[in-house]
């Protein structure tokens, strides 16, 4: 499911009394205020606060819910925290069971909320900042597709070009191990039928974006590449990509390729 259409789902939950526990926790190490871990301490204090405030309440249904919640929410942070990025967010309720959790690779502000609803402005406002994406890497023997949301890799997927055998195949590991012998993103020295093979795998990788375009919701389409390589694949699509970036970033950590993207 696509984030955008997740946080449609969450916009839709509602219960009858407060029950959902929705935490933005800013986890970014680079933050100087976040320096020596000190998300644990704007964890304990948000969470303490809350559970202040349903203490001086007197409602022990609305108490006990919260704990257990409040509990399920520290295990998972502590669990995870070797592999934070900038934010976690979170959203949490047992009746009905609501549990929906993101660590996130853009800026997060620490909050803590007990509503009857999930509080997703805040995401919805990081999701507008940085939106569902896909990042098409055309190369020579190789085209390596990025699915992102929040700057942020959701799933990555890669087809290799056999320029012998003019069929393609998706490769089962990211990389591709194919290798072309003719430089990568070279195509000077092609002979024509080379050329029209892969004009021809690049219409077929079209028709393949287009369709991950449409399933995985994406607001944005970025192609980057070797010049002629990227704008010979640009011209494959029904739809103009937001940007061509004239660069050779197939064999680059996925990672960096969207810093190169987005961040620059």
């Known amino acids: 499911m ?7 789902k969450l916009k839709e939950y509602k219960c009858d009394s407060r029950c959902v526990l929705s935490v933005y926790l800013n986890t970014n190490p680079a933050d100087p205020e976040q320096q020596n871990g000190a998300w644990r301490i704007h964890l304990k204090t948000g969470l303490k606060r809350l559970h202040e405030y349903l203490e001086a309440s007197n409602d022990e249904k609305e108490l ?20 934070f990025n900038k934010g976690v967010v979170i959203f949490a309720a047992e009746d009905p069971e609501l549990w929906s959790v993101h ?14 609803h999930p509080v997703i402005e805040e995401m919805e406002y990081m999701l507008k900042a940085y939106p569902e994406a896909g990042i098409v890497l055309p190369s020579f023997g190789e085209v390596r597709i990025l699915d992102t949301a929040m700057g ?10 056999d320029s012998g055998l003019d069929v393609w195949k998706e490769n089962d590991s990211v990389k591709s191990s194919l290798q072309t012998g003719t430089g990568e993103g070279n195509s000077d020295g092609l002979d024509q039928r080379l050329k029209e093979n892969l004009e021809r795998f690049y219409k077929e990788m079209g028709v393949i974006v287009e369709r991950i375009r449409k399933e995985r919701d994406w607001k944005e389409l970025y192609v980057v590449g070797e010049a002629e390589l990227a704008n010979s694949f640009a011209k494959t699509l029904r739809t103009k990509p937001n940007n061509s970036i004239y660069k050779n970033l197939i064999n680059v950590q996925a990672d960096k390729v969207l810093h190169q993207v987005f961040e620059k």
């Open 103 to 116: 660590y996130v690779q853009v800026q997060v502000k620490t909050s803590f909320h007990w509503e009857d």
């Open 152 to 161: 942020f890799i959701t799933g990555e997927r890669s087809y290799a070009f």
């Open 64 to 83: 006990k819910a919260y704990k257990k919640l409040r509990d399920k929410v520290t295990k998972e942070i502590e669990t995870n925290q070797n592999d």
């Open 2 to 8: 696509s984030l955008s259409k997740e946080l449609q």
